[in-house]
């Protein structure tokens, strides 16, 4: 059972940065590919960004340019960088692991991921 700890969510004023962490209890971390999907109220959980084991990246159109993932094995973190944030932005964000071993695809659906955190909230406000 792998375990994934988010943290460094918060309130932030529009155009500001947030970098969110995800912890991960797992000694066998940098096999994985690693996500991070974000959800509101209103809408499905959707995919923000991923990494694969070599640290290949995929973003989604609307966070490109703004939010940098990378990936820290011997610390077994991943590290979410948000900059710019817009109100829209807003969410609660997951930390999620495919246990796929040394995947090199990074899928945008919620259902390839094995594991997930139990969520950050990020707010910004405009």
């Known amino acids: 059972q792998v375990q994934l700890v988010e943290s460094g969510g918060g309130l932030v004023q529009a155009g500001g940065s947030l970098r969110l962490s995800c912890a991960a209890s797992?000694?066998?971390?940098?096999?994985?590919?690693m996500g991070w999907f974000r959800q509101t109220p209103r809408n499905e959980r959707e995919f923000v960004a991923g990494?694969?084991?070599?640290?290949?990246?995929v973003y989604a159109d609307s966070v490109k340019g703004r939010f940098t993932l990378s990936r820290d094995d011997a610390k077994k973190t991943t590290y979410l960088q948000m900059n710019n944030l817009k109100p829209e932005d807003t969410a609660v964000y997951y930390c999620a692991a495919d246990q796929s071993f040394r995947g090199t695809i990074v899928a945008s659906s919620k259902g390839a991921y094995d594991y997930w955190g139990q969520g950050t909230q990020v707010t910004v406000s405009s």
């Open positions: 990494i694969s084991w070599n640290g290949g990246t």
């Open positions: 797992d000694r066998t971390f940098s096999n994985y590919v």
